[in-house]
């Protein structure tokens, strides 16, 4: 391909949604993977939705995605052609990180898909950019072109040997935790490298994912979004170092804690996020607001994320700023360690919204800080949410108070929203459901702390305000008195809690 077309918006399948989708008839939350295909033609069609993610990782996914689009809505893709207008992207499935079974699957309708438009007359092969999450290295990224490489090869010579299918696809690295995202530069250095060795050109442009969920998960939410920002602004000067168009993607959900990006929020997102190029819409930015508030949501995105000049950071700031997440992470690690074997019982609760291989064991792989083993980012965040206790305050109010004013000054001027997020996150905080958590433990009283410090520091109303909050809180007391009790009644008070915050986790 000569020009294409970057997506704005990246509809993905992330399960963040508390309410049923606005095309499902029958208003259930839960979309089974049977669903999927026409949930991606619903947001291509009626919320414009540039570009959806195709999830191979730990997750049931349908290999003949590409067959049914075309076979059931021919005319709508006859004029709007995958891989020219609207994008599919597979998210592959990391073979270093859990069983590799699903590739291969993955892999071949990358090459079916290509043989069927060729038949119906399409001149644009609909899938040929995939991503590797948890890219850890630059050989990771090169080893899922040669694998490719060589199914094409094989395909061809074997199956179709009248057919040409193009052995090459593009990949794009998803880069999770804070050291691989600032370390960005260096590892697609190095890719670049093998990339011309191997194939004998260099890339005319990388497109690189930057997660903003499973950073603050492991990390906490300061060293996340301070994380994300370095990242950004060091992939910029990148590209302008090895002339090179670079194209970054923000992984982010609606809940501040996994980077903040709702309809009502999209200001803030790009005012925090500059230089991201393509934005990703969770389930609960299309699901958990009404069609037209989505709609503008996104038109927003894509007028104002093309033209939004990108972070530049100094190198002075940049190492206050390792730093400070260096600091804050040490805080949140150490409480949350504690934290976790109380908030269990909430874990276990949570609800399913989509059809996901087990966790751990064979096909899985799990995530984990100091050993301790975590649920996924979802589920983790709507957790201590349905608890009273949104995870942002975790860490974040000791890291804050122990910074000097140098510090200070810098966090303040690269974290502009600070303030107004952490008013809006104040009223989601239930002090009753606080204090009985503390009785369990110790650790309780560290997270106090957090919020206290934020308190004095930014004038913070603590608790509810509207009707929504007030009732928020009150649910979230009875699931901390309950939540030992039982599973289906804790999972029908956090589906409601969700309802009235907009989001599931």
């Not at 199914?151 to 179709?160: H, I, N, R, S, V």
């Not at 150490?334 to 934290?339: A, D, H, K, S, V």
């Not at 792989?365 to 305050?393: M, W």
Request: proline share 5%.
């Amino acid at each position: 391909m000569t020009e294409r077309k970057i997506p704005a918006i990246m509809g993905t399948q992330h399960p963040d949604n508390a309410n049923a989708p606005f095309w499902d008839t029958a208003q259930q939350p839960f979309i089974s993977a049977y669903r999927e295909t026409d949930e991606a033609f619903q947001n291509y069609q009626a919320l414009d939705v540039d570009e959806y993610m195709w999830d191979w990782e730990g997750k049931h996914a349908d290999a003949a995605v590409i067959d049914r689009l075309f076979s059931t809505r021919y005319d709508y893709f006859k004029d709007h052609q995958l891989g020219r207008d609207k994008f599919l992207t597979f998210r592959f499935p990391n073979i270093w990180e859990e069983k590799g079974y699903n590739l291969m699957q993955a892999m071949t309708a990358f090459l079916s898909s290509e043989d069927f438009a060729n038949d119906l007359g399409f001149d644009q092969r609909p899938l040929f950019e995939a991503i590797l999450p948890m890219a850890q290295r630059a050989d990771q990224i090169l080893e899922m072109q040669l694998l490719f490489e060589k199914l094409a090869q094989f395909k061809d010579a074997t199956f179709t040997p009248t057919e040409d299918n193009k052995a090459y696809i593009e990949m794009i690295p998803l880069f999770e935790d804070f050291e691989t995202q600032y370390h960005a530069p260096e590892i697609l250095k190095e890719y670049l490298r093998l990339h011309e060795e191997h194939f004998g050109f260099r890339p005319k442009y990388l497109r690189v994912f930057l997660a903003g969920s499973d950073s603050a998960l492991s990390a906490g939410f300061m060293s996340s979004i301070i994380g994300n920002k370095l990242a950004l602004a060091r992939l910029h000067q990148f590209a302008e170092e090895e002339n090179i168009a670079i194209y970054p993607i923000s992984g982010t959900g609606s809940a501040i804690f996994r980077g903040g990006l709702s309809p009502r929020r999209v200001e803030r997102y790009v005012r925090e996020f500059p230089g991201v190029r393509t934005a990703t819409v969770q389930s609960a930015f299309r699901y958990d607001f009404n069609l037209d508030e989505a709609k503008a949501g996104i038109k927003y995105l894509k007028e104002e994320l093309p033209k939004a000049k990108p972070l530049v950071i100094s190198d002075a700031d940049e190492a206050i700023l390792s730093e400070i997440a260096q600091k804050s992470s040490e805080f949140y690690q150490e409480t949350l360690e504690q934290l976790v074997p109380d908030v269990q019982p909430i874990f276990k609760a949570f609800p399913k919204r989509r059809d996901r291989r087990q966790h751990v064991g064979v096909l899985g792989y799990s995530r984990s800080v100091d050993n301790v083993e975590l649920p996924r980012a979802i589920n983790f965040t709507g957790a201590f949410y349905s608890i009273g206790i949104p995870p942002e305050f975790i860490g974040f109010g000791r890291a804050y108070a122990s910074l000097t004013d140098e510090q200070l000054a810098v966090l303040n001027h690269y974290y502009p929203s600070m303030k107004t997020d952490f008013a809006e996150l104040a009223h989601y905080v239930n002090t009753d459901a606080l204090e009985i958590l503390k009785t369990q433990s110790p650790a309780w009283q560290e997270v106090e702390e957090d919020i206290q410090i934020l308190q004095e520091a930014f004038n913070l109303h603590i608790g509810p305000e509207t009707l929504a909050e007030q009732q928020h809180s009150d649910i979230a007391l009875q699931v901390v008195e309950f939540k030992e009790g039982a599973s289906v009644a804790i999972t029908a008070l956090i589906n409601r809690m969700a309802q009235l915050r907009h989001f599931l986790g």
